[in-house]
């Protein structure tokens, strides 16, 4: 394919993606294999939206990923128009964890939530409303401009976010609360350890 060509199919893998996606995951979805080509493709797309003036815009997030979204200034004016995400409560308990804790670790999130989190959190990162970044043995979780856009917050600023949660889990959550507030009191008599005495290791998904 040509240039032309090219670029299209990048708009339009990130627009149907509708969450961040790397430069070596379109290159592996697209076959384009030169990950500068790919990358002066995104750039160019980027470019003739910002010409525009469009209200959709083209950002570079979380290191080498970029995302199609809608500009902060019109996102709030059309958030009642957008499709609230099909979510079970279990997903939604995982979200709110999620969104409260950020960065968290998913061995973390698998200890309090179980061995099902592992699925709730698949599709959270596929909705495009979660991220998981490699983190030593595990990945580290948080929310995403689509989360923040889906949700009413102004832009995805942790620090609001996760003041927001805090009610939603003290108060509709009491089990979750029940083992953070268990999980600290073990972490804090853990953590007297005895000369000579290794702390035990923490299990990781």
């Known amino acids: 394919m040509g240039l032309l060509e090219d670029k299209a199919l990048v708009e339009a893998a990130l627009f149907v993606s509708g969450r961040p996606l790397s430069l070596k995951e379109l290159s592996k979805a697209l076959g384009i294999k030169s990950i500068d080509y790919l990358e002066k493709l995104i750039e160019l797309i980027a470019a003739e939206y910002a010409e525009r003036k469009s209200a959709i815009e083209i950002v570079r997030v979380l290191g080498d990923k970029y995302v199609m979204q809608v500009k902060q200034e019109y996102s709030q004016r059309v958030i009642h128009l957008m499709p609230r995400p099909d979510l079970r409560t279990g997903e939604l308990k995982t979200l709110a964890l999620i969104a409260y804790l950020q960065p968290i670790e998913q061995s973390k999130i698998i200890k309090l939530r179980g061995s099902q989190a592992y699925e709730h959190i698949k599709k959270l990162v596929e909705m495009g409303l979660v991220y998981a970044e490699p983190y030593e043995r595990t990945k580290l979780l948080g929310t995403t401009q ?11 600023d942790p620090n609001v976010i996760k003041e927001a949660f805090k009610r939603v889990v003290h108060a509709e959550y009491t089990d979750i609360i029940a083992k953070l507030e268990g999980k600290e009191e073990n972490e ?12 035990a290791g923490e299990e990781v998904s």
């Open 188 to 199: 804090g008599s853990q953590g007297e350890v005895q000369e000579g005495q290794e702390p």
């Open 146 to 156: 689509k989360f923040a856009e889906l949700y009413g917050f102004p832009e995805n």
